[in-house]
Nanobody, 121 residues
Framework: QVQLVESGGGLVQPGGSLRLSCAASGSGFSISLMGWYRQDPGKQRELVATITSGGNTNYADSAKGRFTISRDNAETTVALQMNGLKPEDTAVYYC???????????????WGQGTQVTVSS
């Protein structure tokens, strides 16, 4: 059983920084892609940033130049460094991973439980 556990959300003033982290627990799987999405109440979940096992990154326009996504060498943890935070960054942030279990060809999508980020003075 794979679980994604997020940490690092909270309240920060505009212009401040936060670092989100997401760790995949379990065994017998490989992860091809990990990423961060966010969702405001009443809105669709939207991409923030993703990173592949090869290190290729993709950012939403709103995140470019302010956020940095990274993975650890074991490729089971993904972090999102968020600088220059704005009130419009306020949302619940979700970690996502595309996972293939050993011996299987199908890739499954897993989500974390979400962590609240609030940017307010």
């Amino acid at each position: 059983q794979v679980q994604l556990v997020e940490s690092g959300g909270g309240l920060v003033q505009p212009g401040g920084s936060l670092r989100l982290s997401c760790a995949a627990s379990g065994s017998g799987f490989s992860i091809s892609l990990m990423g961060w999405y966010r969702q405001d109440p009443g809105k669709q979940r939207e991409l923030v940033a993703t990173i592949t096992s090869g290190g290729n990154t993709n950012y939403a326009d709103s995140a470019k130049g302010r956020f940095t996504i990274s993975r650890d060498n074991a490729e089971t943890t993904v972090a999102l460094q968020m600088n220059g935070l704005k009130p419009e960054d306020t949302a619940v942030y979700y970690c996502k991973a595309l996972i293939r279990h050993s011996g299987q060809m199908t890739t499954y999508q897993y989500w974390g439980q979400g962590t609240q980020v609030t940017v307010s003075s």
